[in-house]
């Protein structure tokens, strides 16, 4: 048995700001939409992974969904336009990541990386 993919489902009445924080700030497109659920991805592929942890590194709080981008500045200034608080960061950890956090529009904690070389 192999575990194909893990999906993180969240609870909204709006589908509009799930559009914007993760269509138009993160860049991912619609791939499924039944009108009362949309699943947003990108092109690439991943190994589904899953993560548990007591603190979210760096003493900050565990964040709800971790994404890794290829330009974090990028994705930086789009949330600064749109007028979202970044809540951590950015920041380089020890650990090889230069990230931030903010909250999408649904009061998720997002941990938003990318991998320092």
């Known amino acids: 048995m192999t575990v194909k993919r893990i999906v ?9 700001a799930a559009h914007a924080f993760y269509g138009e700030i993160l860049g991912l497109r619609i791939v499924m939409d ?8 990108d092109e690439g592929l991943a190994a589904p992974q899953i993560s ?3 603190q979210g590194g760096s003493g900050t709080p ?3 969904l971790s994404i890794e981008v290829d330009d974090l ?8 336009a749109h007028g979202l608080k ?3 960061g950015p ?3 020890p650990w090889g990541v230069r ?7 649904f009061g998720r904690l997002v941990n938003i990386l990318w991998h320092e070389e």
């Open 99 to 105: 990230r931030f956090y903010v909250r999408d529009p």
């Open 91 to 93: 920041a380089s950890e």
């Open 62 to 64: 565990v964040p709800d």
């Open 86 to 88: 970044i809540e951590y």
């Open 8 to 16: 993180a489902n969240i609870a909204t009445e709006d589908l509009g």
């Open 52 to 54: 548990f942890a007591t």
């Open 34 to 41: 039944h009108g009362w659920i949309q699943t947003f991805a």
């Open 73 to 80: 500045e990028e994705v930086r200034q789009r949330v600064v």
